[in-house]
């Protein structure tokens, strides 16, 4: 097969190949291959200039603000133990704030117990499920210091992280930091090892890129940072899902920057089975592009308004062309190639997008070994990158149909992300 | 209290000594034991004098005894057909006759208050302000080791780890153990996820969220009430949970309750002379 597709490439002109492959070529490896390319050999250099000079790149963290770590669970009894032993006691200045979203495990009464034995730990808790934006409001309105650092009660923090995080606050104008999310469980099974490669792939090194091009429109609720004031100029998290993009925007309009801190690394435990990633999967696009690129935060692209910025245009409009028009043009190529095209070479064509799609994945891979702090782990997670293009194929169909079901139905304000009565009560963007 | 009076309601330590002194006296022969109480109230075990009952009434004791060079308060054992126990008694009459010197005296004296039953366990002595044994525990350990007394179990007292004064415990702050705190009333607004206290929401007669000004709101179907956590009006701590903490009444010590001196008191038991059921029962 691999002969007759060698045979099939000789006798291929490049223009026929330009004509099939331009968009990927273009636009597809431009944004994500070529640009990362580009920052690898422009830090790669730098750094050779700084050897030369006899310069030691140090870490050294020189700003220590107040920081107040929320952590807001549901029924995370089993967890909240590991998370709060991996936090105590790993930066100076740090408050520790547990919310019970009105867990019926035991939840609450662990994290007391964890408090009891370790000062500066407080607990509270919503009397009822009311989902993770009240939780973390409630906490803010008892948290004193300058940066809100908000994690997931299911998550670990690597070493330093937090010392990590807070470096770019030296800034003034920064807002949030975003911190990067790794995968505990990835080599549990293929579905979690395709997972740790995609966070590797488009949270690691993706939101490095996205950071240097200032085009970084979000932060994880699973792991960031907040400048204090900027949380309460926006008056904390609105009703989620997706209330951490919202937020993100939010303080973007309020005309804070947005930087990431690649490492501080939370980690996380991912979906182990196709069908909760599925179902996690549709609950993020849902709440995502339509929600609030189109809805919420349409006024990101009004150039009438008073508060246009370019900068903020430019995170909306990356999400906008490369997250949805690019989504559409694979469709149409999919739905084109198969149900009105129909090449007879169609699986030489097909394997020359593969390759050619694989060709850009290692140059991604290669950046990603190359700013890696634990590199053998990065690089057995790597591995898994031949099935990379099918795998993105397969999230951009679910991102495909959510955005639909979006549009047309505004599912994500029918996920139990929310409780019903909040739910019911928002307003439905 | 000692058992032997808790078990016969009509006990003659009840009764004022005037009443007590109304009783008649009654003739009595039952072998006794004397035993002299040293100044430092510990037992003279070693010249205790075997003597025997003469007359018992509820206020006093005859005894016989072959020798008598007694001085001082002692204690009586007496073990008896009808009577058996323990009491103390000052002596107040000596009479030597050929053979026998008899002599008698009051219930009462240094004795009685060693084997009273409120003064072998527990008890609060207001002047030092002590959770305490009234007589210290070696003096009532010397009694039990010639058998007058009885250890029948400990008794543990929490203390001020300062000065083991006694301490007075009630929730308060976990940081500084202030009792002065309050708990915020909030607001959770369901539809923007606002959360904070309810004089933010108030607003002319009725409540408008501060974060995006809907007005009118009706609980349970905008918004809810939750209960913050309690706020330290001393220190300004928050916290779900309240500790218990001690404060001594002596010192003024706050401490946590966990940091309490824990002290065991032993308690004891007396079988006492009761002259009563014996006057009752003649
Ligand atoms: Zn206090
Ligand atoms: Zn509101
Ligand atoms: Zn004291």
């Known amino acids: 097969m691999l002969i007759d597709w060698t045979h099939w490439l000789s006798v291929r002109h490049p223009d026929e190949l330009l004509a099939f492959l331009w968009a990927l070529i273009l636009i597809d490896s431009t944004r994500y291959a070529l640009s990362k390319t580009v920052m690898c050999l422009t830090d790669m250099a730098g750094d050779f200039y700084r050897?030369?000079?006899?310069?030691?790149?140090?870490?050294?963290?020189?700003?220590?603000?107040?920081?107040?770590?929320?952590?807001?669970?549901?029924?995370?009894?089993?967890?909240?133990?590991?998370?709060?032993?991996?936090?105590?006691?790993?930066?100076p200045k740090l408050e520790i704030i547990v919310v019970d979203d009105g867990s019926q495990d035991g939840f609450f009464s662990q994290a007391l117990q964890f408090a009891?034995?370790?000062?500066?730990?407080?607990?509270?808790?919503?009397?009822e499920r009311s989902g993770k934006s009240p939780a973390l409001n409630l906490a803010l309105r008892y948290s004193r210091a300058e940066i809100i650092v908000a994690m997931d009660a299911d998550s670990q923090l690597s070493e330093n992280a937090i010392w990590e995080i807070v470096q770019p606050f030296a800034d003034e104008n920064i807002g949030v930091v975003a911190g990067s999310l790794s995968v505990r469980n990835a080599f549990t099974n293929l579905v979690t090892w395709l997972q740790a490669y995609e966070y590797l792939h488009s949270i690691f090194v993706g939101r490095l890129l996205s950071a240097r091009l200032g085009i970084l429109g979000i932060a994880s609720g699973a792991f960031s940072a907040f400048r204090r004031t900027a949380l309460e100029q926006t008056v904390g998290w609105d009703v989620g899902p997706g209330e951490d993009l919202d937020l993100t925007l939010r303080i973007r309009k309020a005309g804070y920057e947005i930087a990431y801190a690649p490492y501080a690394e939370c980690q996380t435990n991912v979906p182990t089975t196709w069908r909760a990633l599925i179902k996690q999967r549709f609950r993020w696009e849902r709440s995502g592009i339509v929600r609030h690129h189109f809805r919420k935060h349409l006024d990101f692209a009004d150039w009438s308004s008073a508060n246009f910025r370019f900068g903020d245009f430019t995170v909306w409009?990356?999400?906008?062309?490369f997250n949805f028009l690019c989504m559409i043009g694979i469709v149409v190529f999919f739905v084109r190639f198969f149900l009105i095209d129909k090449p007879v070479d169609w699986w030489e064509l097909l394997?020359?997008?593969?390759?050619?799609?694989?060709?850009?994945?290692?140059?991604?891979?290669?950046?990603?070994?190359?700013?890696?702090?634990?590199?053998?782990?990065?690089?057995?997670?790597?591995?898994?990158?031949?099935?990379?293009?099918?795998?993105?194929?397969?999230?951009?169909?679910?991102?495909?149909?959510?955005?639909?079901?979006?549009?047309l139905f505004r599912k994500s304000f029918e996920d139990n992300f929310a409780p019903a009565r909040v739910r019911e009560s928002t307003w439905h963007w | 209290m000692n058992k032997n009076e808790s078990q016969i309601p009509s006990s003659a330590w009840v009764l004022p000594f005037s009443e007590r002194r109304r009783l008649?006296?009654?003739?009595?022969?039952?072998?006794?034991?004397?035993?002299?109480?040293?100044?430092?109230?510990?037992?003279?075990?070693?010249?205790?004098?075997?003597?025997?009952?003469?007359?018992?009434?509820?206020?006093?004791?005859?005894?016989?005894?072959?020798?008598?060079?007694?001085?001082g308060p002692i204690v009586v054992g007496v073990e008896g057909s009808r009577v058996k126990g323990y009491t103390g008694l000052e002596l107040r009459y000596r009479e030597h006759l050929p053979g026998e010197i008899r002599f008698g005296g009051a219930i009462g004296g240094v004795g009685e208050a060693i084997l009273n039953g409120d003064h072998l366990s527990l008890c609060y002595r207001y002047g030092p302000n002590k959770l305490d044994l009234v007589f210290s525990q070696s003096v009532l350990d010397a009694w039990a080791e010639v058998g007058v007394l009885q250890q029948t179990g400990v008794d543990?007292?929490?203390?001020?780890?300062?000065?083991?004064?006694?301490?007075?415990?009630?929730?308060?702050?976990?940081?500084?153990?202030?009792?002065?705190?309050?708990?915020?009333?909030?607001?959770?607004?369901?539809?923007?996820?606002?959360?904070?206290?309810?004089?933010?929401?108030?607003?002319?007669?009725?409540?408008?969220?501060?974060?995006?000004?809907?007005?009118?709101?009706?609980?349970?179907?905008?918004?809810?009430?939750?209960?913050?956590?309690?706020?330290?009006?001393?220190?300004?701590?928050?916290?779900?949970?309240?500790?218990?903490?001690?404060?001594?009444?002596?010192?003024?010590?706050?401490?946590?309750?966990?940091?309490?001196?824990?002290?065991?008191?032993?308690?004891?038991h007396v079988d006492r002379l009761d002259p009563l059921v014996v006057c009752q029962a003649s």
Not at chain 1, 317 to 321: A, I, L, S
Not at chain 2, 168 to 181: E, H, I, K, L
Not at chain 2, 236 to 248: P, R, S, T
């Open chain 2, 156 to 268: 543990l007292v929490q203390l001020c780890p300062r000065c083991l004064g006694l301490p007075t415990f009630r929730p308060g702050c976990r940081n500084c153990g202030s009792a002065r705190f309050t708990n915020d009333q909030l607001i959770h607004h369901f539809a923007c996820a606002f959360v904070g206290p309810v004089q933010d929401f108030e607003h002319h007669g009725e409540l408008r969220c501060p974060k995006c000004r809907t007005r009118g709101l009706i609980v349970g179907r905008d918004f809810e009430y939750v209960v913050g956590p309690y706020r330290c009006l001393d220190c300004h701590w928050h916290d779900m949970q309240l500790e218990q903490v001690g404060q001594c009444l002596q010192c003024r010590l706050r401490f946590p309750v966990g940091q309490a001196f824990l002290k065991e008191i032993p308690t004891y």
């Open chain 1, 116 to 127: 009891q034995s370790h000062p500066g730990v407080l607990v509270l808790r919503m009397p």
């Open chain 2, 24 to 71: 008649p006296r009654l003739p009595l022969e039952s072998p006794a034991i004397v035993v002299p109480i040293r100044p430092n109230l510990r037992p003279d075990w070693k010249n205790r004098r075997e003597a025997h009952c003469l007359d018992l009434s509820a206020t006093g004791l005859g005894l016989a005894c072959k020798s008598n060079d007694l001085a």
């Open chain 1, 317 to 321: 409009f990356d999400v906008f062309f």
């Open chain 1, 51 to 91: 050897w030369i000079r006899g310069e030691r790149r140090q870490v050294e963290f020189t700003h220590c603000p107040t920081v107040c770590l929320i952590v807001a669970g549901y029924n995370e009894a089993e967890n909240i133990r590991f998370t709060l032993e991996s936090v105590w006691g790993s930066y």
């Open chain 1, 351 to 407: 394997l020359t997008l593969y390759l050619c799609y694989l060709l850009f994945e290692l140059i991604q891979v290669l950046a990603a070994c190359i700013y890696s702090n634990y590199l053998r782990r990065d690089a057995a997670i790597c591995a898994i990158f031949v099935f990379a293009p099918i795998y993105q194929i397969f999230l951009l169909w679910i991102r495909f149909i959510a955005t639909i079901q979006e549009a």
